[in-house]
Nanobody, 118 residues
Framework: VQLQASGGGLVQDGGSLRLSCAAS????????MAWFRQAPGKEREFVAS????????YVADSVKGRFTISKDNAKNTVYLQMNSLKPEDTAVYYC????????????WGQGTLVTVSS
């Protein structure tokens, strides 16, 4: 299984971006998919997750009300809509997949860089 993240770029303070994470591979299965981010010099942090079948979502307090996670099961793709971006949102964003029966996110994408200028 491979996860391909895309959609990052440079945006001004207050702007929007939509990240995509496409999963490929004949054996793909998911319990939950998530977005994490890592800013320069900081530890990786959780951003948002979505349950693959129920669609239940969970969003970190730091982005609540600004970021929305969604999915397209037919395309095996998860999205992260980011609005009202702030310079502190600057980071490399990673998508990850948790397979059924697993307690951890075992598959990770390569990351996509989001830079928010002030």
């Amino acid at each position: 299984v491979q996860l391909q993240a895309s959609g990052g770029g440079l945006v001004q303070d207050g702007g929007s971006l939509r990240l995509s994470c496409a999963a490929s591979g004949r054996t793909f299965s998911s319990l939950r998919m998530a977005w994490f981010r890592q800013a320069p010099g900081k530890e990786r942090e959780f951003v948002a997750s979505i349950a693959w079948f129920s669609g239940n979502t969970y969003v970190a307090d730091s982005v609540k009300g600004r970021f929305t996670i969604s999915k397209d099961n037919a395309k095996n793709t998860v999205y992260l809509q980011m609005n009202s971006l702030k310079p502190e949102d600057t980071a490399v964003y990673y998508c990850a997949n948790q397979r059924p029966g697993r307690s951890d996110f075992g598959s990770w994408g390569q990351g996509t860089l989001v830079t928010v200028s002030s």
